[in-house]
């Protein structure tokens, strides 16, 4: 199983970027996807996660309003749309699948799957 994340580049300030995320050797149309990022010395940290079919989506506060999550089944794809950018969102963002529940979480550990990360860069 493979997660492949891209989209990430250098954005202005109030810019916008679109990150996808494909995953390849088996479905999650049935599982939560999320976004995962983590900036130069912080811990990762949760973004954002979508239910199986896509019709529950869940934020963290941080970016409530800016980013939207999304997916496309029929490709094995989730999306992660950016907008408002700020240079505090300056980080690697990972995409992750979990097995766990049916229930997307705020937790690392409970992702079974990770992309191997795409850079965003916001300046100022």
């Known amino acids: 199983v493979q997660l492949q994340a891209s989209g990430g580049g250098l954005v202005q300030a109030g810019g916008s970027l679109r990150l996808s995320c494909a995953a390849s050797g088996r479905t999650f149309n049935n599982y939560p996807m999320g976004w995962f990022r983590q900036a130069p010395g912080k811990e990762r940290e949760f973004v954002a996660a979508?239910?199986?079919?896509?019709?529950?989506?869940y934020y963290a506060d941080s970016v409530k309003g800016r980013f939207a999550i999304s997916r496309n089944n029929a490709r094995n794809t989730v999306y992660l749309q950016m907008g408002s950018l700020k240079p505090d969102d300056t980080a690697v963002y990972y995409c992750?699948?979990?097995?766990?529940?049916?229930?997307?979480?705020?937790?690392?550990?409970?992702?079974?799957?990770w992309g191997q990360g795409t850079l965003v860069t916001v300046s100022s």
């Open positions: 992750a699948a979990s097995l766990v529940s049916f229930t997307p979480s705020f937790r690392r550990n409970d992702y079974d799957y």
């Open positions: 979508n239910t199986g079919s896509g019709s529950r989506t």
